[in-house]
């Protein structure tokens, strides 16, 4: 009889045993407690700017959204979607119900009401702050679930845990940055995933799913216009390739009806589905399946070839005559619109620079560096074309998609570095891909059972695939040393890729872009708060029908805070106002009271960033004015503000330059400022030189307010002088 | 000569057409002639619509829409009850009947949003 080993006492035991799960069960709660402690991350990793500063809403445009939704949870739906906007744009107004995105706003003001609901008692602006990581997170969800879909759950995850984190996609979705595009990359990824999910299954469900997330996606953004062409691009590719089959006709079809009808209800996009050019592709692919299907369905019934050749060909030429015929009239006519100068620009880079300076003098419109490519992806970069390789070798119907999702969105990530953010999700998909795959692949290695013993059994015992692992155990006995210093190589890129993320959030994107920060002489932190501090000083010192004319940078933020009527905001819906005021700015005092008497403007308001070297203020902007300005009206011409082609603010500055209006408001009493020590007085720090013109009088302004760092100065405009 | 055995063509293809499409089940040929009743409502109203005038766009869109949406919802519930289709095989018929009335159902309730 064998002594019995020494067992633990028995309760123990069975508790221990009764915690033990099947391995099932056990790859469950990993990957769920995974996916929950990559939400909590998404969220977290965005709220750099709240510790750091306090909970506000950054930048210029979030300002517009914010005031919508006051304004949605202040007066309802039905106002708000009627809403005309009478204090910006002065004094043409804008419909701001019919030329919103309304997603955004809805979303939150619904989170806003559940909350109100729970009896959380919270401000409509704390929502709207938390709305971006709330649904970043959320994206890490869909981007499992996607993954799942085009890999495996291995992948999903690798997914999900990338894009929770990639800077491409906090850059625009950081806590405080409240814009379309936070809810806007939810929806595009989550319509994506429905989308496939309907090709893949075949239902009716998934793609009426999928209409609904398309819908989301065209009320929340403007970038719709990507998913209505990539997916006829992709149905087309479908076709071509012979991949096509019954449950893509099913998919697209009642996506397409359903998704366009839903989309039209949106009052900013109107009728383009059937009336713009950029919609007109996804038209062409619906005829063409339905030609298409028609045709395989008659070859189907015929049982004669030679019969069918004869229909096809007759067929096809109708159809393909009809087609060419209706699409020339349309474009003759003009009724199906070319493509707009804000899309064109996409396909022609240099469009924009020599046809519309307003698209061209946004600094997020330029085309992309290389270095931009780096820091908002990383290791992403040489990890994209490694599962694009994964892709091609295991190609299906998801598979093509999300292959042609990455390369389309990235040769638009290279025209216009805003649209790295459209990129981020293609390219961490594919990403994960490779990351999945190869981790798959040296794990495997690794737990294959060393059979390098089995010398001579080949009576038939050992299974075959035993026996080549044998021989190839035999051949590389370092395989499994290899395989673990690859698998540390892969987590030692990944950890780097983390702490690059985190870095670069922290340094780069966290900014609130309203409250500038610097390191003051001793290292302390410095903090300007002029913006904030002048739009107060204008919301609570000027007479509550004053109107306020800006460079349309600001409108917004003025409207929003200021509460004040403004002559043009960042809408830039309308040119020729906005190069009046362009005018205006780079006139001489007197032609500049005229066109301002003639606007009823009551206050001018100028960003002026010498004193603090401020590089962003309207001095370095100044040159888009003139171009602006000079665009329409041909007597601004940019070359009277330059000396030599040169841009100069100092004693050799061109005489137009020394004594046009923006000049005399920014450096009104600035020549006698010292800025700066062992400088003479009148001493620009963002330009670095001495400015020229140092005695300056103004007629007909009069200094109203100037912020205590001098970056935000208004002034007054005086009422005409008595006459004799 | 071409003449001819064109016309001898046209006349082979619609006889072996029709005798292909009788085989057919009639469940199928009922939802045949519902999307030949949807198109030829769509039809009418584009012709209509030629002769008077295309003002209240958003209702001609919603009409002409509303027969292109039933017709496409009725194909594709065609595709997936047609039992020679391979992929739809275990798709119970009452499932994808489900669908076509969710389907139908949200496309109409859109129309009838967007009619004004």
Known sequence: ?724 | MGRASSKEDAGALFHSLRSAYAATPVNLKIIDLYVGFAIFTALIQVVYMAVVGSFPFNSFLSGVLSCVGTTVLAVCLRIQVNRENKEFKDLPPERAFADFVLCNLVLHLVIMNFLG
């Open chain 1, 1 to 724: 009889m064998a002594t019995m080993p020494i067992l633990p006492p028995m309760p123990v035991l069975d508790l221990v045993k009764s915690f033990k799960l099947k391995t099932k069960q056990q790859e469950l709660l990993i990957r769920v407690s995974i996916l929950c402690l990559v939400y909590i991350l998404a969220f977290i990793t965005r709220l750099f700017s709240v510790l750091r500063y306090e909970s506000m809403i950054h930048e210029f445009d979030p300002y517009f959204n914010y005031r919508t939704t006051l304004y949605l949870t202040q007066n309802g739906f039905y106002d708000f979607w009627n809403w005309f906007d009478y204090e910006s744009w002065y004094p043409l107004g804008r419909i701001v119900g019919g030329t919103l995105y309304p997603g955004l706003m809805v979303t939150a003001a619904l989170i806003y009401r559940i909350l109100h609901f729970l009896r959380f008692a919270v401000h409509i602006r704390e929502v709207c702050v938390l709305t971006a990581p709330f649904f970043a997170s959320n994206t890490t969800l869909v981007a499992y679930f996607f993954g799942k879909e085009i890999w495996d759950t291995g992948a999903g995850l690798v997914a999900a845990i990338l894009i929770a984190v990639c800077p491409g996609y906090i850059s625009r979705s950081v806590a405080g940055s409240y814009d379309n595009e936070g809810v806007a990359i939810f929806a595009l990824l989550f319509t994506f995933y429905l989308f496939v999910k309907a090709v893949n299954t075949g239902s009716l469900a998934w793609s009426l799913a999928s209409a609904f997330g398309y819908f989301y996606m065209v009320s929340a953004w403007g970038g719709y216009v990507f998913i209505i062409n990539l997916i006829p691009l992709y149905v087309l590719v479908l076709l071509i390739t012979g991949r096509y089959s019954m449950r893509l006709y099913v998919a697209y079809n009642c996506m397409y009806v359903l998704g366009m009808l839903l989309a039209m209800q949106i009052r900013f996009v109107g009728f383009q589905h059937v009336q713009s050019g950029e919609h007109m592709a996804a038209m062409g692919v619906f005829f063409l399946l339905q030609v298409f299907y028609f045709l395989d369905w008659v070859k189907h019934m015929l049982s004669d070839t030679k019969l069918f050749q004869a229909f096809l060909r007759i067929t096809v030429t109708c159809a393909v005559a009809v087609g060419a015929i209706a699409l020339g009239l349309g474009m003759l006519s003009g009724y199906i619109s070319p493509w707009t100068g804000r899309f064109y620009s996409l396909l022609d880079p240099t469009y924009a620079k020599d046809h519309i300076p307003i698209i061209a003098s946004v600094s997020e419109h330029q085309p992309t560096a290389w270095s931009s490519f780096m820091f908002d992806f990383h290791i992403l970069l040489f990890l994209f074309p490694a599962g694009l390789y994964f892709c091609f070798k295991r190609l299906s119907d998801a598979t093509i998609f999300i292959v042609m999702y990455g390369l389309t969105s990235m040769y638009f990530a290279g025209v216009m570095v805003r649209l790295i953010l459209v990129a981020t999700p293609a390219v961490c998909l594919i990403s994960a891909i490779a990351v999945s795959a190869t981790v798959k692949n040296l794990t495997v290695l690794l737990r294959s059972k060393n059979k390098g013993v089995q010398t001579g059994s080949t009576k038939g015992s050992s299974s075959s695939k035993a026996a080549s692992k044998a021989l190839l155990d035999q051949s590389q006995p370092f395989q499994k040393n290899g395989a673990i210093a690859l698998l540390f190589g892969a987590f030692y890129l990944l950890s780097k890729y983390a702490t690059h993320c985190t870095w670069v959030t922290s340094e780069a994107y966290s900014s609130p872009s309203i409250v500038l920060a610097a390191r003051g002489a001793h290292g302390s932190r410095v903090i300007f708060d002029d913006y904030r501090e002048a739009y107060f000083w204008l919301r609570q010192n000027t007479p509550p029908d004053a109107k306020v004319m800006s460079w349309w940078d600001y409108g917004y933020q003025i409207t929003a805070m200021g509460n004040r009527t403004v002559i043009v905001d960042n809408n830039t819906w309308n040119n020729t106002h906005i190069a009046t005021v362009g005018r205006a700015m780079s006139s001489y005092e007197d032609e500049a009271i005229e066109i301002m008497r003639s606007l009823d403007v009551d206050y001018v308001l100028v960003v002026f960033g010498g004193v603090t070297g401020y590089s962003s203020d309207d001095i370095n902007k100044f040159l888009w004015m003139v171009r602006i300005g000079g665009g329409v009206f041909p007597v601004i011409k940019e070359p009277d503000y330059l000396v030599n082609g040169e841009y100069r603010v100092d004693k050799g500055a061109a005489p137009k330059m020394l004594n046009c209006l923006m000049y005399k408001l920014c450096y009104y009493r600035f020549g006698e400022m010292l800025t700066e020590y062992g400088k003479p007085p009148g001493y620009d720090r963002a330009r670095g030189v001495e400015i020229g013109n140092k005695d300056i009088k103004l007629e007909h302004l009069e200094e109203a307010f100037t912020t205590s760092n001098w970056i935000v100065r208004i002034y007054k405009v005086k009422p005409p002088n008595n006459r004799w």
